[in-house]
């Protein structure tokens, strides 16, 4: 056992505490449109996205949405960044709070 091994325990217990705890209210389907994004490479094309990713149901002011919907909506055909997709898509969606019923 080492020097650095005896201040562990105290550690542990400070992250457990710091969790965020989630609320009681009703669940929101879908998944973030920036946790699709994620998995994404760029420069991307429309075609390329709606395979890889047009299957995804993601959250939106309206409630859940396929993106390939979205994307059918959309007539930008190529993304360069992470952040011309969301600035597409969020073009489609609107923004605001998610509906959560």
Request: no cysteine; net charge negative.
């Amino acid at each position: 056992m080492s020097d650095t091994d005896e201040g562990g325990d105290a550690e542990d217990e400070e992250d457990d505490e710091s969790g965020v705890e989630l609320g009681e209210g009703p669940a929101v389907e879908g998944e973030p449109v920036a946790r699709v994004a994620s998995r994404l490479t760029w420069p991307a094309e429309r075609s390329a996205v709606r395979e890889q990713e047009g299957g995804a149901t993601v959250r939106t002011p309206d409630g859940p949405t396929d993106l390939d919907a979205i994307l059918a909506a959309s007539d930008v055909p190529l993304f360069e960044d992470r952040s011309e997709f969301l600035a597409a898509v969020e073009d489609v969606i609107g923004r605001g709070p998610v509906a959560t019923e």
